[in-house]
């Protein structure tokens, strides 16, 4: 049987639709029924239940991340980790020789390769192993979520060292080496992954540019670097 709702009906049924903040208004009373509730059982309950309990909550509240940042220290965790790492590169010997990015899912680490290495060569430079003991330290104690990618970048200028038959096996090489010195300082192989881009991804439009050739550090929750 068809039913039929009277115009005053519809006319209530409109206005609740629109007045949304009823919603909000009663999760709060749920709420509120909730704490006292939980407030009742814990006037009932031993004294080291009640420790245990609120031990747990802080703990709870400490750790919990939301989307706006973390309660307690109004920051994510990805702002810490920037912090953490803009502290390091400041007491390197490459300070404000190391670019600092906040993406996405991560942070990003670009050292110019130069910095890094010398002139159609894997071998790291000495000056290059503070920092990079550091950025290890760091990700070593970040949560299993976070991964490392190493990237190799090169100019379009042909390798003449002998040693590499391109400038893809030469990026592939310096980003192999970086991974390698990592594992080396404690940052787990499973975390980390070596990527050589040779001249595929300029930052210059002189491809031939000197900051073309670098290295980049992605420390990331996405496997790929948030790409």
């Given at each position: ?55 747990g909550i802080e703990q709870y509240v400490k750790s919990k991340t939301y ?41 990003e680490l670009t050292f110019e390769s130069a910095l890094v290495f010398d ?109």
């Open positions: 049987m068809k039913k039929y709702y009277s115009q005053n009906r519809i006319n209530m049924i409109k206005k609740r639709e629109v007045e949304t903040w009823i919603y909000s208004y009663a999760d709060l009373v749920t709420n509120l029924l909730a704490l006292f509730i939980m407030l009742f059982v814990l006037s009932n309950s031993s004294s080291k239940s009640r420790a245990d309990f609120i031990t989307a706006t940042g973390r309660i307690g220290t109004g920051q994510s965790e990805l702002d810490d980790l920037h912090q953490l790492i803009s502290q390091a590169i400041q007491k390197s010997d490459m300070s404000g020789q190391v670019n600092l990015t906040r993406r996405r899912t991560g942070i002139v159609g060569t894997a071998k790291l430079l000495p000056e290059s192993l503070d920092i990079l003991q550091q950025v290890a330290s760091i990700a070593s104690a970040l949560p299993s979520k976070y991964f490392l990618i190493v990237e190799g970048h090169a100019d379009s200028r042909p390798v003449n060292s002998g040693l590499y038959p391109s400038n893809w096996e030469l990026s592939s090489a310096r980003a192999g080496s970086v991974v390698r010195t990592l594992q080396s300082m404690g940052v787990a192989s499973t975390r980390m992954r070596a990527v050589g881009y040779s001249d595929t991804k300029p930052i210059e439009e002189d491809k031939e540019s000197d900051k073309n050739r670098r290295v980049v550090i992605k420390i990331d929750t996405e496997m790929d670097g948030g790409l």
